[in-house]
């Protein structure tokens, strides 16, 4: 059993070898045609020079009266003759082995070279005779070019004769070698192909998810097709490993977003409670005391809401399922309310809060960025700075000086006086992202909460979380982004949006599908406070039943109750006789407030979406877009 590499290296220095020798041998040639080139260009020489030296010596017999004044010129034409002469022997013997090819030329050459020469020599010259002189000079002058002439053409067909020969050889050459290389391949292509053709027929096998099967090991006179076979072999081996393991994984992963999903509703829900309690105590007659320690809860209560947001939102970046969401930000107004959250934390674990935005008081403009995201990673970074800092201080300080042209970069520093992390371990914390969490365990001896889902966000922005720190003095995590500025020098306020009486001037009706006590006393004191007369049930069939029963102006649903969800009653409504005459609209009320969700809705036919916890300001513009069109309009009663 011989290596196909082995086999392939053969042949490639067998050709190479041939080649080499047709090279050797194309050289040659070339060499010889290049001499003969040579030559060519010599007697074009020649016989030019013997033309004008020719002419010469007629014009001084032309035109002298005596003999001393042409005989200088005689001598040097017969100087010039015996140059000629000298030459043209030079010549003949380079040709070499071709000399003999050329034999009557050269002799009708020298022949007449001799005749001139002896009619110059021999004739003694005198004006009177300078005209017969002259014509026989000339006779043999012609003749001599005539034979030089002939000499170049000779060499000129001998040149392109060799040339044909060498191509016609060449292609001959080129073609032996062709099919000799074509025959060689199609021969080891073939050994090659049946055993992949096996081999394949493994991997199909493979490709249909079927590791179990049982074949034969191939046998290969090629030696690398059988280590393939091992590692086929192997590698079939592994994946029926990596089957159940990611079996497992998979049922994990889904357990995971399963209990996420669950843990969300069921934060967001209880929540829906409290922050509508507060609402409603926003609105009663308090202390300056009672208020201070309401917005407190309040600020918690939110903060509880936007770490359940955040788990969430982490599993997303950390399935790669998330994109930015660009708006017009301006960072010093939209983050007071979560430094406001952060203040408070703070305090409640006797620590200092600072805050501090650096930024060009003369040039006011917005940036365009995902104010989500960006506060998903603060919140991330300072609830983990807030966490493993016992005493001192945490800071929150943004750096928004540089802008050139059209972009601002702006850095967030997050400082703290915690317990620190050693050098050695701050330098290897980001170094290998799928051990984020884990490196972050072991170093803070806590969870870590979110650092991975935090890097990856600043990525997608464009930046690189970096840290700084020193054991037992603090840590300092920032990160640059940059963010294009807007046109608009501020914010672009849209129009206020009209907001509902505390009354109506008539009685507007509200079915709220509800299965939740405490939910249902929140939606009943916001609804009312708008003129709302609102009628509960528990269920989407008794939804269903009361719709089709009572009138109502608008419906609120919520999507998971007993007996029937949200989805499918709102399907029936709209199947409804009753429906196609009014066409209601239907908004969905629910802790459960993802894209899915929201799109799932939507699919069910459901006009619109409310998430819990309620927001007063979001409830008042759905009422405006859904409530009866004869419904009175005012600013009066804005309040959150």
């Known amino acids: 059993m011989r290596s196909f590499k082995v086999r392939i290296t053969l042949i490639f220095f067998s050709l190479i070898f041939l080649a080499i020798i047709l090279f050797i041998g194309f050289f040659q040639i070339e060499k010889q045609n290049n001499y003969l080139l040579n030559d060519i260009k010599s007697v074009e020489q020649i016989t ?28 040097s034409y017969q100087s010039n003759l015996e140059n000629y002469k000298a030459k043209l022997e030079s010549l003949q013997n380079s040709l070499g082995d071709h000399n003999i090819v050329f034999d009557n030329e050269f002799n009708s050459i020298f022949q007449e070279l001799g005749s001139i020469e002896k009619i110059v020599s021999d004739n003694n010259l005198k004006p009177s005779s300078s005209k017969d002189f002259y014509k026989v000079v000339e006779e043999a002058r012609l003749r001599l070019t005539s034979n030089l002439k002939s000499l170049n053409t000779k060499l000129v067909d001998t040149v392109n004769n060799k040339d044909s020969m060498l191509k016609k050889n060449a292609l001959v050459f080129f073609i032996m070698l062709g099919i000799l290389f074509i025959g060689i391949i199609y021969y080891l292509a073939h050994r090659l192909t049946r055993d992949l053709r096996n081999l394949k027929h493994k991997i199909d096998k493979l490709q249909e998810a079927n590791t179990n099967f049982k074949e034969e090991p191939l046998i290969s006179n090629i030696e690398e097709v ?47 409670s409290v ?82 935005l650096l930024a060009d008081e003369s040039q006011k403009f917005l940036l365009l960025g995902d104010l989500k995201r960006i506060k998903q990673i603060l919140t991330n970074l300072l609830s983990n700075a807030i966490k493993f800092t016992n005493a001192g201080k945490v800071s929150l300080i943004i750096d928004q000086t540089v802008g050139p042209d059209d972009f601002q970069i702006v850095t967030f520093y997050i400082k703290d006086t915690g317990i620190g992390i050693p050098p050695e371990k701050a330098k290897r914390i980001f170094k290998d992202s799928k051990n984020n969490h884990l490196s972050i365990m072991d170093y803070y001896g806590g969870t870590g909460l979110g650092l991975t889902a935090s890097c990856q966000l600043i990525e997608l922005m464009g930046g690189e ?52 006590t405490m939910n249902q006393k929140v939606i009943k004191f916001l609804l009312e406070q708008q003129g709302a007369d609102c009628t509960f ?68 036919g459901i006009d619109d979406f409310l998430a819990k916890p309620i927001e007063t300001k979001r409830l008042k513009e759905l009422l405006v877009k859904y409530a009866p069109e004869n419904s009175v309009i005012d600013e009066s009663s804005e309040t959150n």
């Open 48 to 75: 030019e020079d013997f033309y004008t030296s020719t002419l010469n010596l007629q014009s001084a017999l032309i035109f002298s009266d005596d003999t001393e004044s042409y005989q200088e010129p005689t001598q």
């Open 226 to 272: 059988n280590n393939l076979d091992k590692s086929f072999e192997y590698i079939k081996s592994k994946l029926r490993e990596l089957e159940s393991d990611l079996e497992e994984a998979s049922k994990i992963s889904e357990y995971k977003s399963v209990f996420l999903a669950n843990m969300s509703y069921e934060i967001r829900t209880p929540l829906n």
């Open 275 to 356: 922050l509508g309690m507060i609402n409603m105590l926003k609105q009663s007659q308090l202390t300056t005391e009672q208020q201070i320690q309401l917005e407190i809860a309040e600020y918690s209560s939110e903060h509880v809401l936007q770490l359940a947001n955040m788990i969430l939102d982490n599993s997303k970046v950390e399935g790669g399922n998330i994109e930015l969401e660009l708006s017009a930000i301006d960072l010093k107004s939209d983050l007071s309310k979560l430094v406001k959250v952060f203040e408070y934390e703070a305090w409640d674990n006797d620590l200092e809060f600072e805050f501090k």
């Open 465 to 516: 979380l970096k840290l700084e720190s020193k054991e037992n003095e603090g840590s300092i995590f920032y990160f640059s982004i940059q963010l294009q500025k807007t046109l608009n020098l501020e914010r672009e306020k849209p129009e206020p949006a009209p907001v509902l009486l505390n009354k109506f001037d008539y009685k507007f009706s509200v079915l709220v599908a509800e299965d939740n």
């Open 537 to 604: 049930v528990k269920n989407g069939s008794d939804a269903v039943k009361l719709f089709n029963i009572l009138d109502f102006d608008m419906v609120f649903m919520d999507i998971f109750m007993p007996e029937m969800d949200g989805y499918e009653a709102t399907r029936r409504i709209k199947k409804s006789q009753k429906y196609a005459e009014h066409n209601i609209p239907i908004i969905a009320v629910s802790a459960s407030a993802f894209e899915e969700d929201i799109k799932n809705a939507k699919d069910a």
